[in-house]
């Protein structure tokens, strides 16, 4: 059974940085594709970062030029860098997974909180 599981998420301070960290397990996930999301306490889930199987980035508006998304295949961990945060990055973010066959896996997610 697919698993995954997110860490990093902290209290920071404007400014500041964080890395998230995404480890998944069960599977193989070599042709998986891997997304970052968020929720802020009542709005949507939001898309804030994916990387392809085959390596391609892509980055919300709102993150581009602070945030960088990295995989490490040997491990299957997908790390999201985080900088330059600002109150509005507060969320809880998670990681997310689809699979060659369409299949979605989520992790559970993990608070990051941006304030003084």
């Known amino acids: 059974q697919v698993q995954l599981v997110e860490s990093g998420g902290d209290l920071v301070q404007p400014g500041g940085s964080l890395r998230l960290s995404c480890a998944a397990s069960?599977?193989?996930?070599?042709?998986?594709?891997w997304r970052w999301y968020r929720q802020a306490p009542g709005k949507q889930r939001e898309l804030v970062a994916s990387?392809?199987?085959?390596?391609?980035?892509n980055y919300a508006d709102f993150v581009k030029g602070r945030f960088t998304i990295s995989r490490d295949s040997a491990k299957n961990t997908v790390d999201l860098q985080m900088n330059s945060l600002t109150p509005g990055d507060t969320a809880v973010y998670y990681c997310?997974?689809?699979?060659?066959?369409?299949?979605?896996?989520w992790g559970q997610g993990t608070q990051v909180t941006v304030s003084s």
């Open positions: 997310n997974i689809r699979m060659w066959d369409g299949r979605d896996y």
């Open positions: 069960g599977s193989s996930f070599s042709f998986a594709n």
């Open positions: 990387i392809s199987s085959g390596g391609n980035r």
